[in-house]
């Protein structure tokens, strides 16, 4: 069954449901006017024949009261008979008006009347109620009522059913057209979008399908772009490999003499990919520990200033290569930090090489800390911080993603392009520290990435 039949079968049941109650309980209602107006017309019938029996005493005139109870049994036919028994005395006579009878639906009323001023003349009445004609009259009425009803129920559940069906139909459209969108993506159909005004729950769901199929677009361009990364990072350094490794046997089989400056010289080229695709598979590996929950940290008491050295000093030949200037600004005398030394490593190592990529040649890098308290506790903010190009914007918001490059990486940068997983694993081991990491930067006026590590 069809949400759209689904809804039109709720909303019609309820409507049904609902009349039905209401109509039941204005029968109800009205059966029981009825009933009391009945009674109330037998309580009339009482009190007139009652005043026309005193009137015709008073006058003395039988005649009077006969034609009177006559008049009223055709104004109430629910006056079956009327016996009049007119007594003087000793003297007694009886008048019957009506057909005298008896049946379970049929009830007599008694009415005596003395003269006021004789005791001994009076007039008794005993009127025989119809109730089988009483409750014809009550029946009748409710019966009109119903007929009204049902052809009131009949004509609104009509309406009903139109309504329910435009209102289920404009309701489940935008359903139909997110199912019809997620088979297009599910054809690979990307970036589709999906136009709905209003600003209910279904405009905010027609607006997440559009974030998600976005997201799907970038995704997808990321995967793009990630396997060409990946193929490029594993291709240059293997071709490299094997080109040296070539060089080496063709000399080998050529039967020409070592050349000791030259073996060592293609050893190092060959020992520098082997590095790039080491650094390249830790970063792969690292990227598998942090999805799976497996990034482990082992904190103590750490000297972070002998750390920036080592990674000063690790990247000084890099630098001098590129004219860069790359210092550690660090205080000596700022305390230790609970920290895991190589993960600490990993992560300067890893701003450090962005910063080279980025800053121009003449241009500075440096690594610098402050300390302060917050909430009882002290910790120390870390600043790499260079004079490089710097980012826009949109590149803010998108760095530490996973696989997510800025636009600034596509030309004009000092060594490989990377594959975007570098930032990514510095966000996920500063916050496995208890830290956090964010950057400043602006167009042309270099980058700030900093971090946070608790003092010991």
Not at 21 to 41: F, I
Not at 177 to 183: D, F, K, N, V, W
Not at 300 to 305: E, F, G
């Amino acid at each position: 069954m069809t949400i759209r039949l689904k809804l039109m079968v709720a909303m019609t049941t309820l409507f049904a449901v609902s009349f039905g109650g209401l109509g039941y309980g204005l029968v109800t209602l009205q059966e029981r006017h009825l009933v009391a107006e009945s009674q109330d017309r037998v309580r009339i019938i009482e009190g007139t024949v009652e005043r026309a029996a005193r009137d015709a005493l008073l006058n003395r005139d039988e005649v009077l009261l006969i034609s009177y109870v006559k008049f009223l049994q055709a104004q109430f036919p629910s006056i079956a008979y009327c016996r009049i028994q007119w007594e003087e005395g000793t003297h007694s006579e009886t008048r019957t008006v009506g057909t005298a009878r008896s049946g379970p639906e049929l009830f007599e009323r008694l009415i005596i009347v003395r003269d006021p001023a004789d005791g001994r003349r009076r007039v008794s009445l005993s009127v025989g109620i119809d109730g089988e004609e009483l409750s014809a009259r009550v029946k009748q009425q409710v019966g009109r009522l119903q007929r009204d009803l049902a052809r009131l129920f009949g004509i609104t559940l009509i309406a009903t059913l139109l309504f329910t069906g435009w209102f289920a139909s404009r309701l489940t459209q935008p359903l139909h057209a997110l199912s019809e969108g997620a088979a297009q993506i599910a054809k690979g159909r990307l970036g589709l979008r999906l136009e709905w005004r209003s600003k209910d729950e279904i405009g905010a769901l027609v607006e997440s399908f559009n974030n998600m199929s976005a997201r799907l677009e970038d995704l997808d361009a990321m995967k793009r772009d990630f396997v060409s990364s990946v193929t490029h990072e594993l291709r240059s350094p293997l071709g490299a490999i094997e080109s040296f490794l070539n060089l080496l046997q063709a000399k080998a089989a050529g039967g020409q003499s070592a050349d000791p400056q030259q073996f060592w010289e293609y050893f190092g080229r060959i020992q520098a990919n082997v590095r790039r695709l080491s650094g390249f598979i830790n970063d792969l590996l690292d990227v598998a520990k942090i999805e799976r929950g497996k990034m482990e940290c082992h904190l103590k008491p750490t000297r972070l200033q002998g750390v920036a050295d080592e990674v000063v000093q690790f990247f000084e030949a890099k630098s001098r290569e590129l004219n860069i200037t790359l210092s550690n600004r660090l205080d000596a005398g700022i305390g230790e930090v609970q920290a895991d030394p190589e993960r600490v490593r990993q992560v300067l190592v890893n701003l450090i090489a962005n910063a080279l990529k980025f800053t121009p040649s003449g241009g500075q890098v440096w690594i610098q800390g402050e300390a302060y308290r917050e909430g009882g506790a002290r910790f120390l903010e870390v600043a790499v911080a260079d004079t490089g190009r710097g980012m826009d914007d949109e590149d803010l918001r998108n760095l530490f993603q996973r696989f997510q490059q800025g636009k600034n990486i596509q030309s004009g940068v000092h060594g490989t392009k990377g594959t975007g997983l570098g930032l990514f694993i510095v966000k996920s081991i500063v916050e496995a520290h208890g830290g956090k990491v964010s950057a400043r930067s602006a167009p042309g006026k270099g980058t700030q990435f900093l971090f946070t590590l608790r003092m010991s």
